[in-house]
């Protein structure tokens, strides 16, 4: 109840600052069990590719979110596991535990996924080098759709290091869809992910 | 009839133009529907044509919202009427900004100018303080943005930047803002209808673009300014232009005009209407879009609706200001 009028507020706080229009250039918007992939350059990211996504995708679509950040105090944590329904993830890589399993957990339930491929914020229009770890849940889950986003003016609304957004109209461009190859190698398949990417902008 | 009409309380006045619009956006719909089924019935209907006439729907429709909008806004008196506005001059320079290449260093300035120039320059308004709602922009922001641009030491494009800053926010917030600050004038003999007037100055902007797309829809053969503007044409201008003004002439009883002077009136929101659709659409393709945006369907972005209210406003201000108020 508390949930889901916070959600509501939120969508609608949202729109109101950076728009967060979805533009599917190359299909319709797909039920199938997905993960979304896209450039990360502002704190507003998730919420826009979130909002952006029809709401009966959006429902079974899961964002990815630091564990440290979003993990303490109570509001925090309300906001990641109540209304957005996160999957936490250790930023901290040991040797003990793999970042990817409770996101390996996620798919296995068949849940959709968010994710920022470069790992960190940068502060270009262009993603940077991806991270292994699309291609290991892409080899784990051939069958789940792979889903290239591009987010438009975010690295221009809120950039590292501020603190006050600028409004600007984000258009949230859903791509075509990529798989792993048979045999790909690691950095080819990445590479390719990001090429993906850049293809939208 | 007419001695009825301007005996009539503002109130009563209000009532009647909202009823005026709304029959108006009636028949607009009717003739929506009626072109519609009669494609429908065509076995080969063109595809130009079942476009034009989907287009007439979704923009009517958009009326529609438009028009209670409005209309709640009036009636919640001038804290509504302030706030619509400042709404407005947000989306609008939403826009602007979005197709305008600004860099990192401007960020602060353009955090300020969305969240505090705004309410700022709408609070002065609603408190009346005519002299610092007509410097605040041209003055202070002028001056102070560039001042917290340079800050972040940024000199790539540096006057490039700061002029464009500066030109959406004139456009979007000082111009716009120049159609409710209407109310803060004291018209003589007028004292409690300035709604009217604004609610005058806004169905002659409309109405005027919306008679010039008919009419050059209808009769356009000679475009005005092909490469701007290719809807535009010298018949919807001249036919739409002159009808906008004779319903302006008409509806002096809700001005403080007499007819003939509200026929001036008019004229003058024509004109400075059309030219700004005209600067308006070039200052678009410059940023490179053909619209501002897709918030208002069929009409595109809120500025592409209000484009003409932002060159009209300034100018319908003062022309009253100087003529009509002591």
Redesign the interface.
């Known amino acids: 109840m508390l949930a889901s009028f916070v959600r509501i507020s939120i969508i609608a706080l949202v729109k109101l600052l950076i ?1 967060a ?1 979805p533009r599917w250039v190359a299909a319709a918007p797909n039920l199938a069990q997905s993960i979304y992939f896209t450039n990360h350059s502002s704190h507003l990211d998730t919420w826009a590719l979130w909002v952006a996504l029809p709401k009966q995708i959006r429902l079974k679509t899961r964002p990815v979110a630091a564990k440290d950040y979003w993990g303490n105090g109570v509001i925090k944590p309300f906001i990641a596991l109540k209304v957005l329904n996160a999957v936490l993830i250790e930023r901290e890589v040991s040797r003990h535990t793999d970042p990817l399993a409770p996101l390996m957990e996620a798919l296995t339930q068949g849940d959709s996924l968010i994710i920022f491929p470069e790992g960190t914020r940068n ?1 270009q229009s262009e993603p940077s080098e991806f991270k292994g770890g699309l291609y290991h849940l892409a080899a784990a889950f051939p069958l789940v759709k792979l889903v290239p986003v591009y987010l438009d ?1 975010l690295h ?1 609304s809120m ?1 590292k290091g ?1 603190w ?6 984000c258009t949230v461009r859903f791509g075509e869809v990529i798989s792993l190859a048979k045999n790909e190698h690691k950095k080819t398949f990445l590479n390719r992910a990001r090429d993906s990417i850049l293809k939208l902008i | 009839m007419l001695n009825h009409l301007v005996n009539l309380n503002p109130n009563q006045k209000f009532y009647w133009l909202i009823g005026g619009v709304a029959m108006l956006l009636t028949i607009a719909s009717s003739v929506g529907w009626l072109l519609q089924s009669r494609l429908n019935k065509q076995t080969n209907p063109s595809e130009k044509a079942s476009k034009t006439v989907e287009n007439l729907i979704t923009r009517v429709n958009a009326w529609w919202v438009m028009l209670a909008i409005l209309g709640i806004a009036f009636l919640a008196g001038k804290l509504g009427t302030v706030i619509l506005f400042g709404v407005i001059s ?1 989306f609008a320079l ?2 602007f ?2 197709l305008t290449p ?1 860099r ?1 260093g401007d ?2 300035t ?2 300020l100018a ?2 505090l120039l705004i309410p700022l320059q709408y609070y002065l308004i609603y408190i009346e303080w005519y002299t610092l709602f007509s410097i605040l922009i041209p003055v202070y922001a002028f001056l102070l943005m560039p001042c917290i641009s340079v800050l972040a030491q940024d000199t790539e494009h540096f006057l490039e930047r700061t002029a464009k800053i500066q030109w959406g926010v004139m456009i979007s917030i000082y111009c716009i803002s120049h159609a409710p600050a209407l109310l803060l004038l004291p018209i003589t003999d007028y004292t409690g209808q300035n709604l009217l007037l604004l609610f005058y100055f806004l169905l002659i902007v409309q109405l005027s673009d919306v008679l010039q797309y008919v009419f050059g829809n209808l009769f356009g053969k000679t475009k005005v300014a092909p490469i701007v503007s290719p809807n535009k044409t010298l018949e919807g201008l001249i036919g739409g232009g002159l009808s906008a003004v004779g319903v302006g002439a008409m509806l002096w009883w809700i001005t403080p005009f007499t007819p003939l002077q509200s026929a001036g009136m008019a004229s003058a929101i024509v004109i400075m209407g059309f030219l700004g659709g005209l600067v308006m659409s070039a200052i678009k393709r410059s940023l490179g879009a053909k619209d501002w ?2 918030m208002i369907e069929g009409h595109g972005g809120m500025l592409d609706r209000m484009d003409s209210v932002s060159f009209a406003a300034p100018i319908f201000f003062h022309l009253v200001r100087y003529f009509f108020t002591p």
Request: net charge positive; hydrophobic share 30%.
């Open positions: 728009g229009q502060t003016t221009r950039p501020s006050l957004p600028v409004p600007l109209i | 947000y939403r826009e900004i979005t600004t990192t960020h602060r353009l955090s969305f969240f945006g897709n």
